[in-house]
């Protein structure tokens, strides 16, 4: 089991940034892909960025050059930094493990409840 959550989401004005953060615990040590993961229901899931155990990360190509993942392994927190916004990434974002980037299936992986992300102008 690993439980995960989410901070950091918020209201900006596009052109604006956002740092989220997600917090995992119940494993010792990491042993699984985490990745950001965003929706805005009916629209479907899209990928935003994953960051394997080599350290190796992929992106979503709506984010790719504005947004940048990381993690401290030693807080045991994964990070999104979002930058340079656009309306268009108005979505709740969610941190997840064990997910590859392009998935749509709900029961892979472990996942956040989810923190909303709202980019106005």
Do not use: H
């Not at 994953?50 to 979503?60: A, D, E, F, R």
């Not at 807080?75 to 998935?103: F, H, I, R």
Request: one cysteine or more; glycine letters at 12%.
């Amino acid at each position: 089991q690993v439980q995960l959550v989410e901070s950091g989401g918020g209201s900006v004005q596009a052109g604006g940034s956002l740092k989220l953060s997600c917090v995992a615990s119940g494993d010792r040590y990491s042993r699984y892909s985490m990745g950001w993961f965003r929706q805005t229901p009916p629209k479907e899931r899209e990928g935003v960025a994953v960051i394997y155990t080599n350290g190796q990360t992929v992106y979503g190509d709506s984010v790719r050059g504005r947004f940048t993942i990381s993690q401290d392994n030693v807080k045991n927190t994964l990070y999104l930094q979002m930058d340079s916004l656009k309306p268009e990434d108005t979505a709740m974002y969610y941190c997840a493990a064990g997910v590859p980037l392009y998935s749509k299936r709900i029961d892979l992986g472990y996942w956040g409840q989810g923190t909303q992300v709202t980019v106005s102008s």
